[in-house]
C-alpha cells in the first residue's frame, strides 16, 4: 500500500493563494478609483504569509537564529506593506499569477534586514562591554583572590572572543568585496551595419 505524504503546517496552495492576492488587488484598485477606504487584507491571505514566513525560516539558512519570530513577524508586516503594490499584470513563465513566489523573496529580504539588524546590535553590545571596564566593576563587588582569577580569566576569554569575532567579520567583509565589485558592461556589437547604411 502506498504511503500518502503529509502536507506541511506551512503549506500554501499557489494556485489558491494567488487567486485571493488577486481578487483583494482587484478590490484595492477599484477602492482607490472610487476613492474609498482601503478594505482590510482577508484572514486567509493573511494566514498565508504567516505560513509562507514561517515555513522559510524553518529552512537551514534561519533556523538557528534566537531571533526568528522576530524574523518571521518582520516578514508578515512587510508583505502586508508589499500586497498593495502586486502587479497583477506581472509576466509569468505560467502566465498565471504566482504570489508565492513574490511574498516568499519579499520574506527572504525581510529575513535579511531584521539579522543585519540583530548583527549591528550585538556589535554595540560587544563594543560596550570592551570599553566599559566590567573586570573593575566585578572584581570590586568579589572579595577574594580566587574568585578575582576567575573574573579575570572570563573577561580575557570574553575579549579574545569579541576579538575573533571582529576579525572575522573583517575577513569576510574584504573577501566579499572582492567578488561583489560591479563590472562594467561591455556593450556587445554582432555586426557593423553602418556600410549598409546611408
Not at 569579541?162 to 561583489?180: H, L, P
Request: net charge positive.
Amino acid at each position: 500500500m502506498a504511503r500518502t505524504k503529509r502536507r506541511s503546517v506551512h503549506y500554501v496552495d499557489n494556485a489558491k493563494f494567488s487567486g485571493a492576492v488577486v481578487d483583494y488587488c482587484t478590490i484595492v484598485e477599484q477602492a482607490r478609483k472610487k476613492n474609498k477606504e482601503i478594505p482590510k487584507v482577508p484572514d486567509y491571505v493573511a494566514h498565508c504569509f504567516l505560513r509562507i514566513a514561517e515555513g522559510l525560516s524553518h529552512k537551514a539558512n534561519f533556523i538557528r537564529y534566537t531571533y526568528r519570530e522576530e524574523m518571521v513577524m518582520d516578514a508578515v508586516e512587510n508583505c502586508l506593506k508589499a500586497i498593495g503594490n502586486y502587479n497583477l499584470e506581472a509576466a509569468t513563465r505560467s502566465g498565471k499569477p504566482n504570489a508565492f513566489a513574490y511574498f516568499t523573496q519579499i520574506t527572504w529580504y525581510a529575513f535579511l534586514r531584521r539579522i543585519a539588524k540583530e548583527k549591528k546590535q550585538q556589535d554595540i553590545k560587544l563594543k560596550y562591554l570592551t570599553s566599559s571596564g566590567i573586570e573593575q566593576f566585578i572584581t570590586q563587588e568579589a572579595g577574594s583572590d580566587g574568585t578575582n582569577y576567575v573574573v579575570g580569566a572570563f573577561v580575557d576569554s570574553l575579549k579574545d572572543r569579541i576579538d575573533k569575532v571582529k576579525t572575522y567579520d573583517t575577513e569576510v567583509k574584504s573577501f566579499a568585496k572582492k567578488f561583489t565589485k560591479k563590472k562594467k558592461r561591455m556593450k556587445h556589437v554582432d555586426s557593423d551595419l553602418s556600410e549598409f547604411m546611408s
